[in-house]
């Protein structure tokens, strides 16, 4: 069964401390990985997405990597507007478009 | 990129009442797909929308209680329902291809 789990559940960092956030997947077959960041009452926005392992993205202080069975979302001197949940999901080969989403990581940059 | 946008944006119904909720994307898909996010959950997908045929509908979800419409490449709506309090949540909507991208939400409280 295609699984995707995220990790921490919560991280609370001081504004310009750099961290990691971890994502692990199983999945029969990867055609796409992706991040996204939703706030509070809002729909998840699109940041990232990972086709092959190797492959590497970046956005302002965000980075995202992809290995065979985990990804990481690299936050670099993170500010208070970086606080969000960020999510993580994966687009199997044998699910048309389908996404299966994990459980998010809540990130809380202190001032 | 694809924007999607949602109405209503939040709404409170009555117990034993029906809502609509609409999906309009910027662009032509061929798949459009509906979440329930419980509070302080992550996404769980009801059922993905196919233009011209049924739409396919995720375990634990019917679709007497969900019925979807999707009459063109652009639209699709979801209706919740004989609402109970136990279906309130928010409702998003995802279109795209490939990567899907989400709307603002449908923030549901049903009393």
């Known amino acids: 069964e295609d699984q995707v789990t995220q990790s921490p559940e919560a991280l609370r960092l001081q504004e310009g401390e750099s961290s990691s956030l971890n994502c692990s997947y199983t999945?029969?077959?990867?055609?796409?990985l992706f991040w996204y960041r939703q706030d509070p009452g809002k729909g998840p926005e699109f940041l990232f997405t990972?086709?092959?392992a190797g492959e590497e993205k970046e956005k302002e202080r965000l980075k995202a990597t992809l290995t065979k069975k985990e990804s990481f979302l690299h936050i670099t001197a993170p500010k208070p507007e970086d606080s969000a949940t960020y999510l993580c999901a994966v687009q199997a080969t044998n699910r048309d478009d389908k996404i299966i989403f994990g459980k998010g990581t809540r990130l809380h940059i202190l001032p | 990129s694809a924007v999607i946008s949602q109405k209503p944006s939040r709404d409170i119904c009555q117990r034993g009442t029906s809502l609509t909720i609409q999906c309009q994307v910027d662009s032509q898909v061929t798949m459009m797909f509906w979440y329930r996010q419980q509070p302080g959950q992550s996404l769980t997908l009801i059922a993905t929308?196919?233009?011209?045929?049924?739409?396919?509908?995720e375990s634990g979800f019917v679709i007497d209680k969900f019925p979807i419409s999707r009459p063109n490449l652009t639209f699709s709506t979801l209706t919740v329902s004989n609402m109970s309090p136990e279906d309130s949540s928010i409702y998003l909507c995802s279109g795209g291809v490939g990567t899907q991208y989400f709307g603002p939400g449908t923030r549901l409280l049903v009393l």
């Open positions: 990972l086709y092959s």
């Open positions: 999945v029969s077959g990867l055609r796409g």
């Open positions: 929308a196919n233009q011209g045929s049924e739409a396919t509908y």
